[in-house]
């Protein structure tokens, strides 16, 4: 469990470290992400991009697993 715990944390520095250059992927702008844009209202889904990050990290986690 420390193990694990500390590679999150390695991982989310990184992430966080990245951040400018992981902003301008595309992710969170998918075909499949619905956005309800009505006055005074704005609602966000990003649906098609929580499904691609679960997909990428179930298949890092089985590669590690392996």
Do not use: E, Q
Not at 33 to 56: H, N, T, Y
């Amino acid at each position: 469990m420390r193990r694990l715990m500390a590679i999150s944390g390695l991982l989310l520095l990184l992430a966080a470290i990245a951040w400018p250059w992981l902003s301008r992927l595309p992710i969170g702008r998918l075909p499949g992400d619905p956005v309800i844009d009505r006055p005074g209202f704005k609602a966000f889904f990003p649906l098609a991009s929580m499904v691609l990050i679960s997909l990428a990290v179930s298949l890092i986690l089985w590669f590690f697993r392996r």
